[in-house]
T-cell receptor
């Protein structure tokens, strides 16, 4: 079945540690996104990528980094510079980055700080 | 900056009844897109319906329809014949017609409960 796979489902970060969230898609989509969801708030865009080897900052990119070396993969690293990383992280993809495109989402990763 | 407001944090409806979720947005653009996404307990977001601002006709998808009032900047979602599976968090979202990047702005969400 085609879709987006995020792993792990739950992740714990220690003080000063970098952690990486995985996102893989087999939909052959060009565009991929990372969103952060906090309780009682809507989703906020962290980074997005329109094509392989290219990515742009979203609204809350500070303390995060990404790479897009393969079309299928768009991992997100939460660095130690992100002082409040506890949140639910959603990865998404779309056929293209055009504004009208439907986003397909993964099942998310819940990140907590130990 | 664009903002999206959902003024109803929680709503409930009886099974088989109709419910309307409200959404307002603020923009100076004339051409844009509006979306309703559903987040069930599994937390995987799913597109429910989308509307192009330049189209006068309200979008419909089976039991889901919208009331798009461009002048009032209002975009409500009507769910007819509500089913237990409709219980979820519903997010309204806005996107400008940009040539690069899909920059969705989401509202805070409305938690819908469906009572049997």
């Amino acid at each position: 079945d085609g879709g987006i796979t995020q792993s792990p489902k739950y992740l714990f970060r220690k003080e000063g540690q970098n952690v990486t969230l995985s996102c893989e898609q087999n939909l052959n989509h060009d565009a991929m996104y990372w969103y952060r969801q906090d309780p009682g708030q809507g989703l906020r865009l962290i980074y997005y990528s329109q094509i392989v080897n290219d990515f742009q900052k979203g609204d809350i990119a500070e303390g995060y980094s990404v790479s897009r070396e393969k079309k299928e993969s768009f991992p997100l690293t939460v660095t130690s510079a992100q002082k409040n990383p506890t949140a639910f992280y959603l990865c998404a993809s779309s056929v293209s980055a055009a504004a009208y495109e439907k986003l397909f989402f993964g099942s998310g990763t819940q990140l907590s700080v130990l | 900056a664009q903002t999206v407001t959902q003024s109803q944090p929680e709503m409930s409806v009886q099974e088989a009844e109709t419910v309307t979720l409200s959404c307002t947005y603020d923009t100076s653009e004339s051409d844009y897109y509006l979306f309703w996404y559903k987040q069930p307990p599994s937390r995987q977001m799913i597109l429910v319906i989308r509307q192009e601002a330049y189209k006068q006709q309200n979008a419909t998808e089976n039991r889901f329809s919208v009331n798009f009032q461009k002048a009032a900047k209002s975009f409500s979602l009507k769910i007819s014949d509500s089913q237990l599976g409709d219980a979820a968090m519903y997010f309204c979202a806005y996107s400008r017609r940009e040539t690069s990047g899909s920059r969705l702005t989401f509202g805070e969400g409305t938690q819908l409960t469906v009572n049997p």
